[in-house]
Structure formats: C-alpha cells, structure tokens
DNA sequence: AGCCTGAGGCAAAACGTTTCGCCCTCAAGG
DNA sequence: CCTTGAGGGCGAAACGTTTTGCCTCAGGCT
C-alpha cells in the first residue's frame, strides 16, 4: 500500500542505506538528493514511524501527562508546549489523568510503550508512579507546576510564595486588616505553598493584617470557589479581603460577589492566574498572573535537553516570577465608610 | 533492555509463535499459558507496540483532533472519550489544532503517522484537510459537534436549531417579544444552525417575537460575549431576552449582565452548554444542556464500529437532543413593569 | 483397524527501517 | 608516483513482532 524505500529504490537504482541516510541527514550528494526527493514526491512517501522506532528505539514522540485537561492553566500550558515542540521536529501525545493518581500512571505506561523520548508532567498529587519506569528505560521527565516528592526530575514551577505574599502586600497597603485566603487542600503542592505565603505575609504584618485563614479547604472548583466565599462572608467578623489561590476559585468567588451586587460591605478580591478574566471584568480586578507561556516553553526547553543529552547534571528546578496586575484602585482599596 | 518474546521462550522452550499467540488470545494450553505469564511476570515483559505495528500494520489507538483544546466542551468530550476508548482496549492521541486548519492538516498527518485504527475530530471549519489521507489508507473518521462538508463521514451533533428554538419558545412564552441571539460567525456549522433555529423561531411567532438577531457576529470568545451584550444593550429598543449560543458567549454576556446590577432594564439570558455554571449562579439561569457525555459516547461507539469493521455503510449522522433546563422564573418572566 | 478432524505447536518468512563494516574513488601531501 | 584519508556508497544484518504453512497427536467416527 504506502511506499516504502525499495520502492525509492526501484526508481532510483540507490541502496537503502543511501536513501536512509538522506531521510536523516546524511550526507549525499546533489545529484543523488535531487534524485530521491524526486521519487518521494512521486510516491507520496512518508517513513513508517513503527519500523523507524523499533530499529533506532527511539520516535521523535513526546509525552504530555495533564492532572486535569479541564483547566484553563493545562490546556493553555500544552498548546503552547506543543507548538514549541513541533518546531523542534517532535510530535506531542496529550494524556489527560482526570485527576486520578492511576490514570496518571496507565498514562506514563501508555506513553513509555509509545517509546516517547521524553515526558512533560502536571503531577495530580505529591507522589508519581511510574517514574521509577520511565526513569528504568532513560525516558526524562520534566515536572510542571509541581513538584515530585518521590522521584528526582527537573521542575517548572511558579514562585507560589510570594505570588500570594505579594497580593497580601498590596491590600495591607491598602488598608485591610481583614484578609483572608480562598484555598484548596494541602495535599497539593501547590496549595500548601500558597498558604505557606499567605501564612509569611500574615506574620510580617502582624497587628496589622490579622487575616484569617480558610481552616476548611474546599474542592478546588468553582462552585468550591463560590461556596467558600459565602462561607467567609457569614462569619461574625468576615474578611474585607479575599485572596483566592487559583482560576477557578477566581471564578467562583467572583459570580458570588456579583451576587452581592453593589454592597457596601462586600470584599476586595484579587484573583488569580488568568488574565483573559481580568480583562473582561470592570472594574477591573487585580490578579497575580503566572508567566504560562513561559512555564510552557522553559519546560519544553528543559525536555529537549535532556532528551538530547545536553543536560546531564542530576534534576534542576526552575522557579518563576509571577506579576502582580494591579486593577482599578475602586476594587482593592479598603473604603473609609468600611474600616 | 527491555525483554522480547526471545527472553521468554529462553525461559519456557515454548516458540515464538506459540508465544505470539498466548499475547493475542490465541488458544494455548493451560499448561503453557500458565509458563508463559510466570515468565512474562519474572521478566516484567511488556509487549514492543512499535514491532507488533510494523508487522500487523494496527495499532490499538485512536487519534482526537480538536478544534481547540482550550474549551470546556471539548476537553469534556475528550475526558469522556478517552475512558470509553480505554475500556475497548485502545489507546487515545489527543491532538490540539488550535483554532488553524493548517495545524489540523498536519495533526491527520501525524495520527495517520502513527498508524492510528481511527480519528474522531472536532473540526475547525467546515471543510477539513487531510481527509482524503485518511480515507487513502481507510482510517475511519467520525466528526463531532459539526458535519463536514468536504468528505463524507459519520458524524455525531446536536439538533442546534431546535435547542436554539426551544429556549426562544420559552422567553415568548414568558412574554418577551424583544428577543435577541448572540451568536458567532457564520463560518462555522454550528453557528449557522442556531442562528437557523433562532430565525424559525422568530417566523413561528411572527407578530409575537418579533427579535432582533445580532447583526455583526462576535468572535466566538468570552470577551466577545461581554462586547456583544453591551452592544444590545446600546441600542435604541434593547432586547429584554438574549439568547446566547455557546458557553463562552453565555460566560461573557453573564459577567456583562452582572456590571449592570439589579437594574429592572436588564435582560432575561438563556445560557448555552455548560451546566455547572447554571448550577453556581443564583438565581438559577435557564440553560440549554448538550448531552457532552452522550455524544462523546456515541462517537466513540460509532468509530469502534467501523474499526471493527462492524459498520460497513456509507456515513451516518447522530442527531442528539438537547435539554432547556428551566432556571428560577425572575430569571426568564417579563416583568410587568417592563413591557 | 483405519480414517478424519481439529487443536496446538513449530520454523521461518515477512514488515520497513537503521546501522555496521566494508569498498571505491578522488584529491592532497610527501 | 605512491600513500593516506575522507566522502560517499553499498550489502546485509539486525530490531521484535505476526502470520503462514506444515506437522503431530489424540480422539471420535465408520
């Protein structure tokens, strides 16, 4: 059915080791180079990638393992992955774990049988399995947004720490006293970080912004985002703050304030990772924004290297800034009428 | 490295044939199956996809083409996909196109590279290169959410006019007679049929609904959902119903809606697609609901079947329901004080 | 007893590449 | 004029499966 190279071969008299080499990068001469793109053209060859992978064990295949395709923040992180890859000549296989530590690892499975050169993970939880596997048949992997607590692979995250200190920052400055923090379960990295600044901040402002922590973490979703807010807001002495750590609690939090409608006592709200959000509202909010883009590439970056052996030093983690977008003065400065 | 069919037979002095047949449900004695899986065991075997690929020319995967990776539908789609494919035994290769039929091209490309049994594809417009590869090398494909007009494949969609009608029947039923829709180009399928169904509609109740369909389509984006609702809003007789036809338009126009507050001027909105919103705003808002995982099932139903061969005919269309789900009264009913 | 049948097993030939070792040729240096 | 070395090419041997055709053996049938 699809051409093969002996059918190159048929019409141009070269070896198959010839012709290999051109498809490689080999070197050949003009006359022979024009004589075999000729042929390809002709026959509509493309190279069998199954016969490609099991003589040379390798495909020019990476792997992408996402903790949850539903999120803004992966699909946004894997879009941009994908299109720096494909510049670098990879293909990209996207797996989604749905939030389960065991699709994770059927998905690592998946991939390291598919012979990927590399794989690029947003881990669910803290540990990974699987990596001992990957790691067993010198497949790198590249951790995002979390780190690996059992296994040592380079990572890409996001300064969490002082992306909420920052957020506190800037409402102590603004005269809140009353802060609080919208945050999902510690089981995640990511989240225990957050609330480890959010934590920093409150310390270093101590009489000063006495903010109160959510003592009960909520799903990380938006209806968690949304009933958490409303929690906050019934308690005797609730926040004039709300901090939330992440896009959806964003969301949540924000269609429970507008709710409120224009009440004098509702909350100052700095939202969290995505600026498309941000834009839209009016007036407009603040948000910390994490570098996505950059997160996405740097990974890409680090996953090439090591799949070309440019790296070889054991696991390097990058940490990146997040921005603090300010918005509109009217939605984070502490009204005179509330204090 | 890894251990081959060799290793095992080495192990058990059975053939390679014998061992073959064992991996692919072949019938073996129990004697030598129960030989066959303590070495495939000891040995941690797993089976080499790219030679089994290169000699039987299958693979156990299937390839997802999506229009975009970055919208709740379609991530859904896939999430739901993915674990049907999963209980059939294949493998899934979630492709992005990012919105350009020119990556979509080349996403075919790369799932007929890897030799995928079948694609299923949520197409960018409605023509789709790349088809003519595939049904080249008779790799079925099934499109979701729009039918394509350069090819003839199964395809499985809602019935957009009726869902768009449904949600118009209400809002007249309720009193409006200024109803208006707040759709997107129409360039693509999906928009033309609910911009169709919404002007039935308008027909059906002539004198009645006499709406107003918007003139200048948005981008299909949240942001142009929220331009899209001012713009109505501005004009010299703004609707009091809008009906919005898809979930970033619905997403837009809500957090327009909610700037202006509880103001008696302010629209009734019907929302598209995404009931977990519906569920976190309060009053509860009327929603047209997609069956998303019904129709990822029955697309991953209808590629398995031709996979298997079990579907021989020519292409067949799967028109699904939708469902109105009726929100709080105040949030559709006229109010007197405005008509 | 002879025959037929079907199950289970085997050896060997694919599948389409890459790669190893070898050869030829041509040019430059001695 | 001989030597050397590198560039370019070649044949053949992998890579790890599936599949084909053939063989054997046991058991049921006439």
Redesign the interface.
């Known amino acids: 059915?699809?051409a093969t190279y002996k059918d190159i071969r048929r019409m141009t008299g070269l070896s198959l080791a010839t012709i290999s080499k051109y498809f490689n990068g080999g070197n050949v001469t003009y006359a022979n180079r024009v004589l075999i793109e000729h042929a390809a053209r002709d026959l509509g060859y493309?190279?069998?990638?199954?016969?490609r992978?099991?003589r040379s064990r390798r495909?020019m295949t990476l792997g992408v393992v996402l903790a949850e395709?539903?999120s803004?923040f992966n699909?946004?992180i894997?879009?941009a992955m994908?299109?720096r890859l494909?510049e670098a000549g990879y293909?990209?296989?996207?797996?989604?774990s749905?939030g389960s530590s065991q699709a994770e690892a059927?998905s690592i499975?998946?991939l390291?049988?598919?012979?990927v050169a590399g794989i690029v993970i947003v881990p669910v939880g803290d540990d990974v399995e699987g990596l001992d596997a990957a790691a067993e048949?010198g497949v790198p992997v590249v951790a995002i947004d979390r780190t690996i607590a059992n296994g040592a692979v380079d990572a890409v995250v996001i300064d969490n720490r002082t992306a909420i200190a920052s957020a506190c920052e800037l409402l102590a400055g603004a005269g809140h006293t009353k802060v609080a923090l919208l945050a999902g379960p510690d089981s995640t990295f990511t989240m225990r970080e957050r609330r480890l600044g959010f934590r920093e901040a409150v310390k270093r402002h101590t009489g000063k912004l006495p903010a109160r922590a959510l003592t009960q973490p909520d799903t990380v979703s938006?209806?968690g985002g949304?009933d958490g807010f409303r929690r906050l807001m019934q308690l005797d002495a609730p926040p004039t703050a709300i901090v939330c750590a992440n896009y959806e609690f964003t969301l949540?939090a924000t269609?429970a304030l507008?709710?409120l409608?224009?009440d004098a006592s509702a909350p100052a709200i700095v939202g969290f990772d995505n600026l498309?959000?941000a834009?839209?509202?009016?007036p407009r909010p603040t948000f910390v924004v994490q570098p996505v883009a950059q997160i996405a590439t740097r990974a890409a970056e680090m996953i090439l290297q090591r799949v070309h052996g440019e790296a070889t030093e054991g696991p390097r983690t990058v940490v990146l800034d997040t921005e603090l977008v300010v918005g509109d003065a009217s939605t984070y400065v502490l009204a005179r009428s509330r204090s």
């Open positions: 059915m699809a493309r190279v069998n990638d199954f016969a992978g099991l495909s395709l539903n803004t699909t946004t894997v879009s994908e299109e494909r293909g990209t296989i996207i797996c989604d749905r059927e499975r998946f390291i049988g598919k012979m048949r938006i209806e949304y949540g269609i507008n709710e409608g224009p498309d959000l834009r839209i509202i009016r």
